[in-house]
């Protein structure tokens, strides 16, 4: 049996897969604080506890953070452990987390093989153009500082699932997919491979998120500190924590926020005119980058049930050739949906995120590896 684990930033996702990739059983959301005294001894246990019979034979691991070296899915060796502890610069807010349940696992199920799937591999196909940020050369190199690109694992799923719901080969199709949850980020898919994303170099460019700022000029933050607003060890939490729809109106949850807004509320409707906007200009420049674009994709818990989201996105499109359904939009509910007009030139789609079947997916071929006999 096969075990999935998808830590996010205060859960654990789980589930359960036979040996050939038949879901065994579906996904549940363990609400974890990671901050907490052994919050991933008492998960794992709580994960495994919840179907005793099962002995997992092979544990899936989402792992954030792979930088440049970990660039497809992997057993997990002491090298590979390594690395991903020496990322956790990169990403201190998931690496760690990841290196702890790795760590439990290794502990209560040693036999069962333990195979990482990364979030930002999915992005190592980014060309200098669209990685390379402009600082001296030696200085970026040096402290690894470029754009990785996240959501890796969902954007890859929305290639995948797109290609097969229009019925043409990944490799002839160029695709803008927006995940749009807590976190939130756009990709620009040329034939399957990932040419730029909204996510640098952390999680925290890009989108508006629930409390994540995305796109911020970096002299404003030089003005934060040279004007003693904000001390610099509270940037990272003002960034991270309190900013981003938060910081716009108070609230994270977007269908709050709608029927703040609805109700007249002028926090909620500024917050969702910043959010909007900002989608709509990654589209805008995805289809510059990509120069032809076939479907447009929503996913991610916003992307999949504020059907009002969509139609704001896609109301400026019509000169691109994004034409929305308004029926077919407000009918789209729990699957893959086509909600675009036939005449439209870009098909708009509807995926549902499903990353666990997609780490299922890419460390099905490692799984059926067994280990070469020694000499």
């Known amino acids: 049996m096969i075990l999935i684990l998808n830590p996010g930033s205060s859960s654990l996702k789980s589930c359960w897969y036979s040996d050939d990739g038949s879901l065994l059983r579906a996904v549940t959301s363990l609400p974890v604080d990671w901050f907490a005294p052994d919050a991933a001894a008492i998960a794992v246990e709580q994960v495994l506890r919840a179907v005793p019979t099962a002995q997992p034979t092979c544990i899936v691991h989402r792992v954030v953070h792979g930088g440049r070296a970990l660039q497809s899915p992997l057993p997990v060796t002491p090298a590979v452990r390594a690395e991903i502890a020496r990322l956790a610069d990169l990403a201190p807010l998931h690496n760690p987390v990841s290196l702890a349940l790795l760590d439990q696992c290794s502990h209560r199920r040693p036999t069962a093989q333990q195979i990482a799937v990364f979030d930002t591999a999915f992005h190592h196909t980014l060309p200098e153009d669209a990685a390379l940020y402009a600082i001296p050369g030696d200085l970026a190199e040096r402290l690894q500082i470029r754009r990785y690109g996240f959501h890796g694992i969902s954007h890859a799923s929305v290639a995948r699932r797109a290609s097969a719901e229009l019925g043409r080969p990944a490799a002839r199709l160029n695709i803008i997919s927006l995940h749009l949850g807590h976190g ?151 699957g893959i949906a086509r909600v675009s007009l036939p005449e439209s030139r870009v098909a708009v789609l509807v995926i549902p995120a499903n990353e666990e079947q997609e780490m299922m997916l890419q460390a099905l071929p490692l799984i059926a590896l067994s280990p070469e006999p020694s000499a």
């Open 184 to 334: 939130a980020s756009a990709c620009a898919i040329a034939g399957g491979r990932s040419i730029d994303t909204s996510m640098g170099m952390t999680p925290t460019e890009g989108l508006v998120m629930a409390s994540r700022c995305g796109d911020l000029d970096p002299g404003a933050l030089l003005h934060l500190l040279r004007t003693g607003a904000v001390a610099p060890e509270q940037i990272d939490h003002l960034l991270n924590h309190e900013s981003g729809l938060r910081g716009l109106c108070g609230q994270t949850d977007m269908r709050q926020i709608r029927a703040a807004a609805d109700a007249g509320e002028p926090g909620a409707r500024r917050a969702l005119g910043v959010y909007v906007h900002r989608i709509r200009r990654y589209i805008g420049a995805y289809f510059a980058v990509l120069g032809r674009v076939d479907a447009l994709v929503f996913t991610g818990g916003v992307g999949e049930n504020d059907t009002r989201l969509r139609e704001e996105a896609c109301a400026t499109l019509a000169g691109l050739g994004v034409l929305l359904d308004p029926d077919l939009n407000g009918k789209a509910a729990g």
